[in-house]
């Protein structure tokens, strides 16, 4: 029998085992699980690049590399930015097959996703190099706040950090809502986890100091929102 002739795209790309990571035909409980197999794997490989994104920003603030690092972070919150929109595929699947899918799961879990838990584990150590660039200029981020024009990079960068941040919250609020269409947010998951514990997470702040600074600032101005009519 002739072998058959695998193109440099096939081999670079690694097109056939790519393509037999999900389950076969006869194997899935329903349709639709190829849909639910295939979003989890387009998830963990968007997590593989945010994860090397965030190394590579992470040596560059090391390196004292200011712009570098901020280009970096914008490709992290390019990709947790477009992670909503791809998680919303999943939708397509009803309630109904959801469950039929989560039978054949086991004890599988997206918690156990070790992409979106090493990301979880890695933002928050961008706080030390980043603090460092600041002590170096002796600023504390609200003092970067008022000079901006001075600082102009190095606010660039702050303001990065904090998108990622955002964006990572974001994208967990974006995932509770997907568990309110497929399951509902009063019933308990495989786990048994309350969805309050969901929403505990996606308050977590990777950089509460970002946030404080933002509050000094409108605090520092002496703003006042006060309710009397003006
Ligand atoms: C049918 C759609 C989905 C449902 C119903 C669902 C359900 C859940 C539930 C109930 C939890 C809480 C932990 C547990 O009890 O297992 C959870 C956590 C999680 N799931 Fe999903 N999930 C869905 C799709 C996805 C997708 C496509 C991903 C992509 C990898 C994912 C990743 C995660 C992650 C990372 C967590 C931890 C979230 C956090 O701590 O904020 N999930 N999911």
Not at 80 to 85: S, T
Not at 148 to 154: R, S, T, V
Request: charge should be negative.
């Amino acid at each position: 029998m002739e072998e058959k002739k695998i193109s440099d795209y096939e081999q670079y790309i690694r097109t056939e085992e790519l393509l037999k990571l999900q389950k076969e035909d006869g194997e899935r409980s329903c349709e639709d699980e190829l849909t639910f197999q295939m979003i989890h794997q387009i998830a963990e490989l968007h997590f593989k690049l945010v994860i090397q994104y965030i190394h590579l920003a992470d040596a560059k603030m090391k390196a004292k590399d200011v712009m570098q690092a901020t280009q970096q972070l914008q490709r992290v919150n390019m990709h947790l930015k477009h992670l909503p929109p791809v998680f919303d595929m999943v939708k397509v699947i009803s309630p109904r097959d959801y469950h039929t899918i989560r039978l054949a799961l086991g004890r599988g879990s997206g918690q156990d996703s070790p992409g979106f838990n090493t990301i979880l584990k890695l933002g928050p150590t961008l706080w030390q190099p980043f603090e460092e660039l600041l002590t170096e200029k002796n600023l504390t981020p609200l003092e970067l706040h008022k000079n901006i024009a001075d600082n102009y990079e190095l606010y660039l960068l702050m303001q990065e950090l904090t998108a990622f941040d955002e964006n990572f919250q974001s994208f967990r609020q974006h995932h509770i809502q997907l568990v309110r269409r497929m399951i509902g947010l009063n019933t308990k998951s495989l786990k048994g986890i309350p969805a309050q514990a969901l929403e505990r997470g996606a308050k977590f702040e990777f950089y509460p100091k970002l946030w404080e600074a933002i509050c000094q600032l409108t605090d520092w101005t002496g703003s006042s929102y006060n309710p009397k009519p003006l």
